[in-house]
């Protein structure tokens, strides 16, 4: 892990564009002007130590995911991924006590981008609907906080009505201070409170439906590729 080039980042924003998309965005660029998002290393002992969490993971394994150690203030040192198929961790997270449950969450996200199609029968099965950029006022979008997890298709309507969206204030904005709050397509009006099936879920996994199933089923344990099959689609 350490020691990579930083081609797998350059190749990662070629693709995704993550980076370029914070640049064009003044509330993204003002959120991350204290951090550095570059490669970093971790002792030998705690590369060890990721590497055999890791391996018990056979998710990891199944979908070919990279594990990349960034600098411990990349994106607020919040683990994250890149494209293809890289899992982003702040160096700080090494001998985190959650590094196993954090590398299934990360490893669900990378499957979503390699399984759009799947993710999305599942979502749509489940009362999720996808929505254009145009379903969500100018105004909102400029306050967004881009998740490189989401970004590919980021607007998801439950019940074809309400849009959750990670919103910065206008000042001093953050990354751990944007919060949730649901936009009604058919009002236009703007709320904090989830709709009833989402109440008891942490307030953090609502920003999007990818991110609350994976922060559900990594919770659940769900470590398989077969395991993230059946929960999305049972028999």
């Known amino acids: 892990m350490?020691?990579?080039?930083?081609s797998v980042l350059d190749i990662a924003e070629r693709l995704d564009g993550y980076l370029a998309a914070i640049q064009k965005s003044p509330?993204?660029?003002?959120?991350?002007?204290?951090?550095?998002?570059?490669?970093?290393?971790?002792?030998?002992?705690?590369?060890?130590?990721?590497?055999?969490?890791?391996?018990?993971?056979?998710?990891?394994?199944?979908?070919?995911?990279?594990?990349?150690?960034?600098?411990?203030?990349?994106?607020?040192?919040?683990?994250?991924?890149r494209a293809p198929n890289l899992i982003c961790l702040p160096a700080s997270l090494a001998n985190s006590k959650e590094l196993r449950t954090t590398?299934?969450?990360?490893?669900?996200?990378?499957?979503q981008?390699?399984?759009?199609?799947l993710w999305r029968s599942a979502l749509v099965a489940a009362g999720w609907s996808p929505q254009p950029a145009t379903a969500v006022p100018s105004a909102l979008k400029e306050r967004i906080r881009i998740n490189p997890d989401t970004l590919a298709c980021p607007f998801w309507a439950w019940e074809s009505r309400l849009i959750p969206l990670p919103l910065f204030s206008f000042t001093n904005p953050t990354l751990g201070s944007?919060?949730?709050?649901?936009?009604?397509?058919?009002?236009?009006?703007?709320?904090?409170?989830?709709?009833?099936?989402?109440?008891?879920?942490?307030?953090?996994?609502?920003?999007?439906?990818?991110?609350?199933?994976?922060?559900?089923?990594?919770?659940?344990?769900?470590?398989?590729?077969?395991?993230?099959?059946?929960?999305?689609?049972?028999?």
Do not use: C
Request: hydrophobic share 40%; proline share 7%; glycine share 6%.
């Open 27 to 81: 509330i993204n660029r003002a959120a991350r002007r204290d951090y550095a998002y570059e490669m970093d290393s971790v002792e030998t002992a705690a590369a060890t130590s990721i590497a055999a969490v890791a391996a018990t993971i056979p998710l990891l394994e199944s979908i070919g995911a990279e594990l990349v150690i960034l600098n411990s203030t990349a994106d607020g040192g919040m683990p994250h991924t």
């Open 103 to 111: 590398l299934i969450h990360e490893a669900i996200h990378v499957h």
């Open 178 to 235: 944007a919060s949730t709050e649901w936009y009604d397509i058919r009002t236009g009006a703007l709320f904090r409170d989830p709709p009833a099936p989402f109440a008891r879920d942490e307030k953090a996994a609502l920003e999007h439906p990818y991110e609350l199933l994976a922060y559900r089923l990594s919770n659940q344990g769900i470590d398989t590729e077969e395991g993230l099959t059946e929960a999305l689609i049972p028999k």
């Open 2 to 6: 350490a020691g990579q080039p930083s």
């Open 113 to 117: 981008r390699l399984h759009p199609d």
